[in-house]
């Protein structure tokens, strides 16, 4: 079966300071797709940053980055110089061979002035 | 207009009302999903639609009954819910099944159940 994992129900972070969001995962299936996503209080779940799991190297878009360990089975979201408007849900995501999308518990990120 | 949209953005029901929520995505997406987001827990996908045909339903009880006329849109219609019902409920598209690129989410329809 697949699982995903989020062990922070929540984290703060100073403004400008990094921060990561952890995730693990299990999966039995070779192929497989990681997904963070974000949601702010208005509910609409945004997508940030994607790492398949053959991808050799670790994604990055603008200040989001993934910290992709396959042999730990984790893929921890880095965000760099937090802003005020980071403050949010973060979902990490997981697509199987099948197509379905499986979240985590998610973390709220509060960031701090 | 782009995206995924669904309308209402809230809704508040009695547990003898019908109602239904719509979803329209103008992505060119063939698969679309309906997720149900309750407090502190995890999203749990509820339907399946691949090129308007159901593929997946996730034990989902019966007052809960999708519809996709066609690959844009996507209902949901309700009827005698519960007060546990009450949740954020998601629409998602992905252009076909496999869903390499993922989903794309609407904004939601948060749902009160009085």
């Known amino acids: 079966a697949q699982k995903i994992t989020q062990t922070q129900p929540g984290m703060f972070v100073q403004e400008k300071e990094a921060v990561t969001l952890d995730c693990t995962y299990d999966?039995?299936?070779?192929?497989?797709?990681l997904f963070w996503y974000k949601q702010p209080s208005s509910g609409e779940m945004i997508f940030l940053i994607y790492?398949?799991?053959?991808?050799?190297q670790n994604a990055t878009e603008g200040r989001y980055s993934l910290n992709f360990q396959k042999a730990r089975k984790s893929a921890n979201l880095v965000i760099s110089a937090s802003q005020l408007g980071d403050s949010a849900m973060y979902f990490c995501?997981?697509?199987?061979?099948?197509?379905?999308?499986?979240f985590g518990q998610g973390t709220e990120l509060s960031v701090k002035p | 207009e782009t995206g995924v949209t669904q309308t209402p953005r809230h809704l508040v029901m009695g547990m003898t009302n019908k109602k239904s929520l719509k979803c329209e995505q103008h992505?060119?997406?063939?698969?679309m999903y309906w997720y149900k987001q309750s407090a502190k827990k995890p999203l749990e996908l509820m339907f399946v639609?691949?090129?308007?045909?159901?593929?997946e339903n996730n034990s989902v009880p019966s007052r809960f009954s999708p519809e996709c006329p066609n690959s844009s849109h996507l209902f949901l219609h309700l009827h005698t819910l519960q007060p546990e019902d009450s949740a954020l409920y998601l629409c998602?598209?992905?252009?076909?099944?496999?869903?390499?690129?993922?989903?794309?989410f609407g904004s939601g329809t948060r749902l009160t159940v009085v």
């Open positions: 998602a598209s992905s252009q076909d099944r496999g869903a390499i690129y993922g989903y794309t």
């Open positions: 790492q398949g799991s053959y991808d050799e």
């Open positions: 999966t039995s299936d070779q192929s497989y797709g």
């Open positions: 639609y691949s090129l308007e045909e159901r593929v």
């Open positions: 992505l060119g997406h063939n698969a």
């Open positions: 995501a997981m697509r199987g061979a099948g197509g379905k999308l499986i």
